[in-house]
């Protein structure tokens, strides 16, 4: 499942959680013609020590990729997700104009 929000009326995120630890986050921008890939893999470990306490210790890696529309295949991710942010209410460019880039 995955979780969409309205950053601004030329913006819109989908984060999916990823197994228990990592969120995959897929922001896109209908200004600047990007999309912005995040990938959070965070590890928490509990440990007991011989019984005088609890110790906690964390690893965090992430990822990040920014792609430009004209580098990706097909329109298809786009294109829903232009819909999905005018259904929340944003008002991006209109689509045809990301169907041509050069």
């Known amino acids: 499942m995955s979780d969409l929000n309205k950053l601004n009326d030329q913006t819109i995120s989908?984060?999916?959680?990823?197994?228990?630890?990592?969120?995959?986050?897929?922001?896109?921008?209908?200004?600047?013609?990007?999309?912005?890939?995040?990938?959070?893999?965070?590890?928490?470990?509990?440990?007991?020590?011989?019984?005088?306490?609890?110790?906690?210790?964390?690893?965090?890696?992430t990822q990040m990729n920014i792609q430009n529309f004209k580098d990706i295949e097909g329109t298809g991710e786009f294109q829903r997700m232009h819909e999905e942010l005018k259904n929340l209410g944003g008002n991006p460019r209109p689509l045809p104009n990301y169907t041509t880039f050069y």
């Open 14 to 61: 989908e984060t999916s959680s990823i197994g228990v630890h990592a969120k995959l986050t897929k922001i896109f921008n209908f200004e600047s013609r990007q999309v912005t890939t995040i990938l959070v893999d965070e590890l928490q470990i509990s440990q007991y020590r011989d019984g005088s306490g609890k110790s906690n210790a964390a690893a965090v890696s």
